[in-house]
């Protein structure tokens, strides 16, 4: 009898979908993991086949048959199929969007598997010596034909694209004047057995215990906990981590928070080993982020440097995960499929039977607890590495202050006395543009969004309002949409007003800003990072693009200047974030021989958080928040999913959810808590009226028993046709 496909295809329904062989094939030979194109509807979608069975609950005469199997091996492992199985299973998500996430784009739209030949930067001319007269007046273009020389098959585009400067300008400068050119290869990148390029840096104590922890759990799952203060050299560990992966022949897995990490990270790695990188970003095209993904899954890459989406990347033989930044919200997926790359990582580890490392200065209470309960060991890194020491705080009390754009007088004779010294200030402030608010002072009337409960950001730069939650602009207003007056004033603090502030106060300092608007162009942020590595800039404004993993050797002063934004809020992980972004931030300052200081403007020096930050440091700070979470019953000593529903009227997803508490609630538990529905915290947003129902158990099957029991349920209630729905699980985020 005919066996039966079940295929997963991407679209938002929990289930595979049967369909019969293609009349051509074989299906002896047919193996799961396989990408598979069929008829969905009056259209083609491409599929991947996840089980193949002797019968099916559809009649076989209603079965259409597939198009085509696109692969001859499976592109996903078994391994890699239990992981996507769990996922879907864990976050309540649908199959087969689940296991579109963990392909590539390209390999999505059904391309061949295939690597294609990539872009190579060769010399024309074989006189190194000429090839550099010709470029002596260009630091730039000599670089290149120095690297060049070192590749003498040409240097990959890929390789040129983990520079951590503007390579673009030169690489045309070299093609201009006929010494170089773009040439196609296709030649496989196979691992070098000797992968060192230069020798790993002298270990601390600290360092040696946790490097021979791990290394001896190799070949075993294992979970790590690596807290290490910042500027303790985990990258260090990472790499020397790395290197004992390499010897075992198998493949590494370094994840990382946010794409702009990756640059300074990718130079110690490019550095250290000669084996190639593989990149794998959003920031990326298709095809290099296909090339890569290709490159794990056969094994001709041996290290994988990635952001969240990295995560369901296959590889060969794997040998290790590591998690840098742990405790960021990046690594959790905020709309569609929302997964947590760290969650997930850790069953990948689990699941392959591999030791995985998550790192961080400042860890999450998850995994905190997780140490506690002896799921995780806990390696610690107590001193920095180098013999740096940890910076000194003050805490400046502003109240009563005139402030100059929201700079006391203390933290300017800060910044005076460091340039003085011939060294580098930080300034953090958490708001790109110039300022959040654009407020008449005759009537009061303020610049909202017409599609957002929220106000709008002038950017003054471009002459521009803009919402930062749906994208919507408009120009500048010049007079009140109220009272018709012309005094519209800026309230409120924003990197560019900051940075015309200091142009004004410090009019011979170089200055320099660094956030999502000043970096938009592709390589702009590498430039910039190479121009604060090489002393070209004197004072550094960003927002959390600079506060966590870059090391700038000259920064000795780092300055918060709104310290209190984070002390209040509803979100009752408020607190833990504030504490991690303090830390973070103070933690560029003072990373190597010349003492840190870390200044935090604030009207409330009382407050707790602070003192017991300052006093007791993050592991203070975390056991005394850990301690309030118990008291309080929340996650981790309880476990949530968030459901959302939104639309353009009001009623609908209030209806929704409303109905899907009553569902919750026809079966009730004393160990279970059905919160709302309540309006979001931000009621509308992008046109779209959005209501939210939360759910609270202390035991984690209890939760998940009940959303598997209402799934089949809410798919039949005529409200869900209303909404855009969805299930958060674990959420970090309520809004």
């Known amino acids: 009898m005919t066996k039966i496909l079940k295929i997963a295809v991407s679209v938002p329904l929990r289930r595979l979908f049967d369909y019969l062989p293609p009349s051509a094939s074989d299906i002896q030979s047919l193996k799961l993991g396989v990408r598979v194109e069929v008829p969905f509807g009056r259209r083609r979608k491409i599929g991947v086949l996840m089980d193949i069975a002797e019968e099916s609950e559809v009649d076989r005469g209603r079965l259409k048959e597939a198009l085509a199997i696109l692969d001859s091996d499976p592109l996903l492992s078994s391994d890699d199929l239990r992981l996507l199985n769990w996922a879907s299973r864990y976050y309540h998500h649908p199959i087969g969007e689940v296991v579109a996430a963990a392909l590539a784009v390209l390999l999505r739209k059904g391309s061949a598997a295939e690597l294609a030949g990539e872009r190579v930067l060769r010399l024309v001319t074989e006189d190194y010596a000429f090839a550099a007269q010709s470029c002596k007046r260009a630091p730039r273009q000599t670089a290149l034909i120095g690297l060049l020389r070192e590749h003498p098959n040409g240097v990959p585009h890929s390789l040129l694209s983990e520079l951590d400067w503007d390579w673009r300008g030169a690489v045309d400068g070299l093609v201009r004047k006929g010494l170089a050119c773009w040439c196609q290869s296709r030649e496989a990148q196979v691992p070098a057995h000797n992968s060192l390029k230069s020798p790993p840096f002298d270990l601390n104590e600290d360092q040696q215990r ?105 590889m060969k033989s794997p040998g290790m995960i590591i998690l840098d930044e742990e405790h960021d919200t990046s690594f959790k997926q905020q709309d569609g499929f929302r997964f947590s790359a760290r969650d997930v ?113 002038v950017h003054a730069g471009d002459g521009r309002l803009r919402c930062h939650h749906c994208g919507f602009e408009q120009s500048l207003a010049r007079s009140c949409n109220g009272c018709g007056s012309e005094d519209l004033r800026p309230l409120g603090l924003g990197t560019e007003r900051v940075e015309n502030a200091l142009a004004e106060l410090f009019p011979g300092a170089r200055i320099v800003r660094i956030d999502r608007d000043s970096t938009r162009r592709k390589g702009r942020l590498e430039t910039l990072l190479n121009d604060i590595h090489e002393g070209r800039m004197d004072i550094l404004i960003g927002t959390q693009m600079l506060a966590k993993g870059h090391h700038f050797p000259r920064v000795t002063l780092v300055g918060i200047t709104d310290v209190d934004s984070g002390l209040y809020s509803t979100d009752f992980r408020s607190g833990e974030r504030t504490a991690q972004l303090i830390i973070q931030v103070a933690g560029r300052a003072g990373r190597e021989e010349r003492m840190g200081t870390v200044v935090l403007q604030t009207r409330h020096p009382g407050h707790p958080l ?26 981790p000593f ?87 729905w969805s299930i958060d699980v674990d959420p970090v985020d309520l809004y």
């Open 638 to 724: 309880t476990y949530q999913a968030l459901w959302r529903a939104e639309a353009t009227d009001i009623d609908a997803p209030r209806s929704f959810l409303g109905r899907v508490a009553d569902l919750a609630n026809e079966r009730p538990s004393p160990e279970l808590l059905v919160l709302g529905p309540v309006p979001a915290p931000m009621a509308r947003r992008a046109g779209r009226q959005r209501y939210q129902l939360l759910f609270q158990s202390a035991r984690r099957n209890l939760l998940h028993g009940l959303i598997e029991s209402l799934l089949p349920l809410i798919s039949e209630l005529d409200e869900a046709k209303r909404v855009r």
């Open 210 to 314: 946790a490097i021979a922890a791990v290394r001896e759990a190799m070949g075993a799952y294992a979970a790590f906990l690596l807290e290490g203060v910042t500027g303790s050299g985990k990258t260090e560990v990472y790499l020397q981590l790395t290197q004992e992966v390499l010897a075992r022949g198998e493949q590494i897995m370094i994840l990382l928070p946010e794409i702009n990490l990756t640059p300074q990270l990718q130079a110690r790695f490019r550095s250290r080993f000669s084996v190639p990188v593989a990149i794998f970003h959003s920031g990326l095209t298709e095809t290099e982020r296909c090339r890569s993904w290709l490159q794990m899954q056969r094994g001709e890459v041996s290290i994988l440097l990635g952001t969240r989406s990295a995560v369901f990347t296959p």
């Open 345 to 457: 990582a850790v069953m990948r580890a689990r699941l392959f039977n591999i030791p995985i490392l998550l790192g961080s200065a400042t860890p999450s209470l998850e995994s905190l607890c997780n140490v506690s309960q002896e799921r995780y060991r806990h390696l610690r890194l107590l001193h920095r590495a180098g013999g740096a020491l940890q910076p000194s705080f003050r805490l400046l009390d502003i109240r009563g202050h005139r402030l100059q754009e929201g700079l006391s007088p203390a933290l300017i004779a800060y910044i005076a006395d460091t340039l003085s010294r011939g060294e580098q200030a930080l300034l953090f402030v958490n708001r790109r543009g110039f300022a959040p608010t654009l407020i008449c002072h005759a009537c009061g009337w303020v610049a909202r969004c017409r599609r957002c409960d929220a106000n709008l950001v």
């Open 610 to 635: 602070l003192h017991v930050l300052i006093r007791d440091g993050y592991s203070g700070f975390a056991k005394a928040c850990t301690d309030e979470r118990r008291a309080a019953q929340l996650p």
